[in-house]
Every structure is written in C-alpha cells, then in structure tokens.
C-alpha cells in the first residue's frame, strides 16, 4: 500500500524523527518542567500512537463487511 508520506518522512522518521519542531519542543518542555526522561517522554508517544491505532483498527474492522459462509 503506498503512502503519500513514504519517501517524504516515514522513512526518515527513525533517523531524523519529526519534522514539526513543536513536538521537539513538547518534549523539551516535559523533560526540563515535567522531569521525566527522554525515555519516559517516549513511552508517552509510543502509548499515544498505539491508541490511535486501536481506534484506527477497530474502525477500518467494522466497516468491512462479513463475508458470508
């Protein structure tokens, strides 16, 4: 499946990480004002995403129709 994102930042994300400075700036904010760790900082985002991909997964699961037996 293409992704219009693919060459353009999904490939560099790992590298690079996020093109919108504010999120360097969010972390920046939690570690200094929050005190938590980068790591900690990183589990927020991978929680973050994973339940955005639940909801994703459950949406695109009720819109396919059951196939018939």
């Not at 972390?27 to 973050?48: F, M, N, P, T, V």
């Amino acid at each position: 499946m293409a992704h219009p994102d693919h060459h353009n930042g999904l490939l560099d994300w790992p590298i690079y990480g996020a093109r919108d400075p504010e999120i360097a700036e969010l972390a920046h904010q939690l570690a200094y004002a929050g005190g938590l760790r980068l790591s900690e900082i990183e589990d927020l985002i991978k929680h973050a995403l994973r339940q955005r991909l639940a909801v994703v997964e459950v949406s695109r699961t009720s819109t396919v129709e059951p196939t018939r037996t």
